[in-house]
């Protein structure tokens, strides 16, 4: 089936520091990828919705400058979080939506865990 | 998008078949049920999807009822690795526009042995 790799599983870093998540669909071509939050007990936040070769889309509450994405290929989005805090440490997961016209689900990378000290 | 209600949680004895309800009492004649699952510390699984009929596939089948406005996962001989949190969401087609998956809540299905 589909899949989503998403890389690292999890990092550790200084507060002040920028980190960057990668997504990658291994064996279809993603036009669209969703980057999704968690925190503890809770349900997975929408962040953002990105089209490959255009700006990304953010959900209300979501700092654009401070969540950059890119999604420069049709198997690559990237996420950066830059100048970290605590407050931004969670469970970041991407997501891949296929290019191919009718209905298809949405497939779910693994997470990274994200740990600002 | 239209809203899905389901228990907060729920217990399967392993083995015996797990039946996890979901209300979307609003749902749109162009919505799809969607089923996912995630299990601690990991990304959502994709279970299974349907719009009016039943579905199954190897891990699922979905039962839609006839007015569409609840459905049913049922994992047939539940195991200990099927402990989970399970979204029952519904979404128009995908394809073509942009989507994307709201998730509640969902059901904590624990299996015991």
């Known amino acids: 089936g589909a899949v989503v790799s998403q890389h690292p599983s999890w990092v550790i870093c200084k507060s002040g520091t920028s980190v960057k998540i990668e997504c990658r669909s291994l064996d279809f071509q993603a036009t669209t990828m969703f980057w999704y939050r968690q925190f503890p007990k809770q349900s997975l936040m929408l962040m953002a919705t990105s089209n490959e070769g255009s700006k990304a889309t953010y959900e209300q509450g979501v700092e654009k400058d401070k969540f950059l994405i890119n999604h420069a290929s049709l198997t690559l989005s990237t996420l950066t979080v830059t100048s970290a805090h605590p407050e931004d440490s969670s469970f970041y997961i991407c997501?891949?939506?296929?290019?191919?016209?009718?209905?298809?689900?949405?497939?779910f990378g693994d997470g990274t865990r994200l740990s600002i000290l | 998008d239209a809203k899905t209600t389901q228990p907060t949680s729920m217990d399967c004895a392993e083995g015996r078949a797990a039946n996890l309800p979901c209300n979307h009492s609003t749902i749109s004649g162009n919505e799809y049920v969607y089923w996912y699952r995630q299990i601690h510390s990991q990304g959502p699984q994709y279970i299974i999807h349907?719009?009016?009929n039943n579905e199954t596939n190897e891990m699922a089948s979905l039962i839609i009822t006839e007015d569409r406005k609840s459905s049913t996962l049922i994992l047939p001989h539940a195991t200990l690795r099927d402990t989970a949190v399970y979204y029952c969401?519904?979404?128009?087609?995908?394809?073509?526009?942009?989507?994307?998956?709201?998730f509640g809540k969902g059901t904590k299905l624990s299996v015991k042995p």
């Open positions: 969401i519904v979404r128009v087609e995908f394809g073509g526009s942009q989507g994307n998956l709201i």
């Open positions: 349907g719009l009016k």
């Open positions: 997501s891949a939506r296929g290019n191919r016209v009718g209905n298809q689900p949405q497939h």
